[in-house]
């Protein structure tokens, strides 16, 4: 269980993209792109920060919730780590509120 909002995902930017390109150690764009989230004061830096360092915001955006579909900050993941085929659900705060609810504990 993980919770994905934007300082968790400033973070783990610099972990996931060396896992990702470690196939690719030589790569120069790869390693320079590393080394500035490397650098990134991931106290203060801003989801901005990432795109420009990356050229999208594929690595830290808001996540869309499996259940209601909007995009949210406030996710969590849950079920398996996320992978290609992994069962694995992100879910919104609402959801989270309403699951909750549909069991009976008072938020
Ligand atoms: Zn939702």
């Known amino acids: ?20 390109y470690a196939g690719y150690p030589k790569n120069s764009e790869f390693s320079k792109i590393s080394q500035k989230l490397e ?13 420009n360092i990356i050229g999208n915001d594929s690595w830290c955006s ?16 849950l079920g398996e780590p996320a992978d290609y085929e992994s069962r694995t659900a992100h879910i919104c705060r609402d959801c989270l509120v309403a699951a909750l609810a549909l069991i009976g504990v008072n938020t």
Do not use: F, Y
């Open 1 to 20: 269980m993980k919770h994905l909002n934007e300082r968790e995902q400033i973070r783990n930017a610099a972990t996931k993209w060396r896992w990702q």
């Open 39 to 51: 650098k990134l004061d991931v106290n203060s830096a801003t989801a901005e920060d990432v795109k």
């Open 62 to 77: 808001p996540m869309g919730c499996n259940e209601c579909g909007k995009s949210s900050w406030e996710c969590v993941e």
